[in-house]
């Protein structure tokens, strides 16, 4: 970690940045968009009034009462000490000052930390690095949460990161690494890594700073400092509950998992201890490998994680692992960024259904991220022969008339390999949830909806396939079948084609991203569908008879289908995605099954769930034509963008046998100057 700043002057940086041509509008284009998503964020908060923006700020010798009176100021009495002048501004200055300050500090953080990427840094990563994470860090729950007046986890991070990375002496950095830990005390971690790492000056001086700091702080507020190093164990329970789950920390995890008193301050204790041991030696390891920025986001995800409090805006740390890089396949190496940014972009409960199982994962899911980065995740040395050269991924070649007649570039090109199993989960979890955020929030006019209803119906009358209303009674009249048809509706729609995908993943990778890309396809033209046609289905259409068999009488006005009532949006019905699945099942099972029986079942599938859609009055005839269309066109943009299942006969798939004995097909090798790294 020696001469981090003449490292990180002469790291060859400066020659590509602000380069020309493609990179060049590249560049600029994601300034834009990190530009665009500050003032996004400085009005989302700039909406709140001044005077409640305000209510939770007490300072000493400014608002009346104690530091701590308030119930919402956490920071440390040195931060009080520090935003005591900010007083003297009017509320609205001092609101737009702050949110101003804020965002320039994170867009300092993103180009601070872009100069602090390893040797030898692509052109492309120089140049795209600083605004590709600023606007990473700008939509991240960090940022978006250290807006609140007395949050100051920001401004810690870009010291330490000016101190490791721009400072060249050894003192004045470590009097920046020490202010950093006056105003987030868990940073202090960062003096046993300098140590660890040689600049002892360094480490020295940052444990100086930060008692200098403190003792200034117990002088100037001694009531302060004894109620937030004392009372509450360096602000535990200040502001929120411990167990509360903005305390994103060992110890808020164990409280949440219901251990209390002394039991659970002896095992945080000692988590705490160990985790600090192995994540400071790993940080020390990369760090004398030349990974800086690696070590240093390392060394405060273990800071947040054991301090007594880790609150969620004090993890921007998390964001900054992704400079670590991870697995031997080029195919390998989006996940751990992927991992990164979703967790530290989105809700918990889109990244994981909310079952009761998964509640301790879903709850502390960036925690676990700052844990994994500390201390489980096997980043690759600098020596490591795929540092450099990972193994390359292997496309096929692309079918030689794909695009005669279909005006599209060719961006989309046939991959030959098994992908990354933990990023499709991640990509199908998350590609669902959005699915069902945006069907949900679709139109839902009643009067749209029914009126879209009764064309529907009419245009059936005309077709002479209006047949729902028949079924729909026949149905109930027969109570075995309404219950078959109840079952199938409510219980086949997502186990099927889970269950397809699952299996090509396993036995035919080739096969699982043609289905898979198609499915994906077929399910936004859909939501494109819902979007602009809400349709009423035959149950929520008055006057016509229908009966719901599945959730069973319906006040149409205020329609009741259990615990989904308020999230589902019922008049997302054209196209119907139960039959268009469905459908989707069939055709690949029938197109890929081996055997007669097998292909029968895929033919059965679609066949029974069209009339079960129709039997329960859930949708129209016409619902299930649109889902046919959607699937087809899902189908047809796959063979247009990539070719047909089969590719050419120049690159014909060998059959090979698997250790289970079933013939698989196996791409044949092809050259390395093909292969896409």
């Given at each position: 970690m020696a001469n981090a700043a003449e490292h990180s002057s002469a790291n060859g940086h400066a020659g590509v940045i602000g380069g020309s041509g493609r990179l060049g509008a590249a560049r600029l284009l994601l300034w834009a968009?990190?530009?665009?998503?500050?003032?996004?964020?400085?009005?989302a908060v700039l909406r709140v009034?001044?005077?409640?923006?305000?209510?939770?700020?007490?300072?000493?010798?400014?608002?009346?009462?104690?530091?701590?009176?308030?119930?919402?100021?956490?920071?440390?009495?040195?931060?009080?000490?520090?935003?005591?002048?900010?007083?003297g501004l009017a509320a609205p200055s001092l609101e737009v000052a702050w949110i101003c300050a804020t965002l320039l500090f994170v867009a300092a953080i993103g180009l601070v930390a872009a100069r602090g990427l390893p040797d030898p840094v692509p052109r492309r990563t120089a140049l795209l690095a600083a605004p590709v994470l600023t606007a990473l860090m700008m939509v991240s729950l960090p940022v978006r949460e250290a807006a609140p007046p007395g949050r100051t986890a920001v401004l810690p991070v870009l010291l330490v990161l000016l101190a490791v990375f721009r400072v060249p002496g050894e003192r004045p950095a470590g009097f920046l690494i020490g202010l950093a830990a006056a105003l987030q005390p868990a940073l202090l971690l960062f003096a046993p890594l300098l140590w660890l790492t040689g600049r002892r000056p360094t480490a020295g001086s940052a444990a100086v700073t930060f008692v200098g700091a403190t003792a200034l702080s117990w002088a100037a507020t001694p009531r302060d400092s004894w109620t937030y190093w004392v009372q509450h164990m360096a602000g535990t329970g200040l502001g929120v509950a411990p167990d509360s789950l903005a305390n994103q920390s060992v110890h808020g995890a164990l409280l949440r998992l219901g251990l209390t008193g002394p039991a659970e301050i002896l095992l945080y204790v000692a988590l705490a201890a160990g985790l600090a041991w192995i994540g400071l030696r790993r940080a020390a390891r990369y760090a004398a490998d030349g990974q800086l920025l690696l070590a240093v986001a390392m060394t405060g995800c273990v800071?947040?994680?054991?301090?007594?409090?880790?609150?969620?805006?004090?993890?921007?740390?998390?964001?900054?692992?992704?400079?670590?890089?991870?697995?031997?396949?080029?195919?390998?190496r989006p996940v751990w960024p992927v991992a990164v940014v979703l967790a530290m972009t989105l809700p918990s409960d889109v990244l994981l259904p909310n079952l009761a199982a998964l509640a301790p994962v879903r709850d502390n899911v960036l925690l676990l991220a700052a844990l994994a980065a500390a201390c489980a995740v096997p980043f690759l040395p600098r020596s490591s022969p795929y540092w450099r050269e990972p193994v390359p991924t292997a496309y096929g070649r692309p079918a030689a008339a794909r695009w005669a007649r279909v005006p599209l570039l060719p961006f989309w090109r046939r991959v030959l390999s098994r992908p990354n199993l933990l990023l499709e989960l991640l990509l199908i979890r998350v590609g669902y949830s959005l699915y069902s955020h945006i069907r949900a929030a679709a139109p839902t006019s009643r009067s749209l909806a029914e009126g879209n209803g009764s064309q529907i119906h009419g245009i059936e009358r005309m077709l002479g396939i209006d047949i729902e209303h028949a079924v729909n009674h026949a149905v109930v009249n027969t109570p075995w079948l309404e219950a078959f048809f109840n079952f199938y509706y409510t219980s086949f729609h997502f186990v099927v084609p889970l269950t397809i995908l699952a299996v090509l993943y396993w036995r035919r990778p080739g096969d699982y991203r043609w289905a898979r890309a198609s499915l994906?396809?077929?399910?936004?033209?859909?939501?494109?569908?819902?979007?602009?046609?809400?349709l009423a289905p035959p149950r929520l259409m008055p006057g016509l008879g229908f009966i719901d068999t599945v959730h069973g009488p319906q006040d149409l006005a205020n329609p009741s289908y259990g615990a989904m009532t308020a999230i589902s949006n019922q008049y997302a019905a054209m196209p119907s995605l139960h039959f268009g699945w469905s459908l989707w099942c069939g055709i690949v099972i029938v197109v890929l099954a081996p055997k007669g029986w097998q292909k029968l079942l895929g033919v059965l599938h679609p066949l029974i769930t069209v009339c079960a859609i129709v039997a329960t009055a859930n949708h129209w005839v016409l619902d299930a034509v649109g889902g046919a269309a959607v699937v087809a066109a899902g189908f047809g943009l796959v063979c247009a963008l990539s070719g047909p299942r089969r590719l050419s006969a120049s690159l014909p798939a060998q059959r090979t046998a698997g250790e289970d004995g079933e013939d698989r097909d196996q791409p044949l090798p092809i050259p390395a100057a093909r292969a896409s790294r």
């Open positions: 968009l990190a530009g665009a998503l500050a003032v996004r964020q400085a009005a009034p001044p005077g409640e923006w305000l209510s939770g700020l007490h300072l000493p010798g400014g608002l009346p009462g104690s530091l701590y009176d308030g119930g919402q100021f956490t920071g440390t009495p040195f931060a009080g000490l520090v935003l005591k002048p900010l007083l800071a947040v994680a054991v301090s007594p409090t880790g609150w969620r805006h004090q993890l921007l740390w998390v964001l900054l692992a992704v400079a670590g890089k991870v697995g031997r396949r080029a195919a390998d994906g396809l077929a399910t936004v033209l859909a939501l494109i569908g819902f979007w602009l046609y809400p």
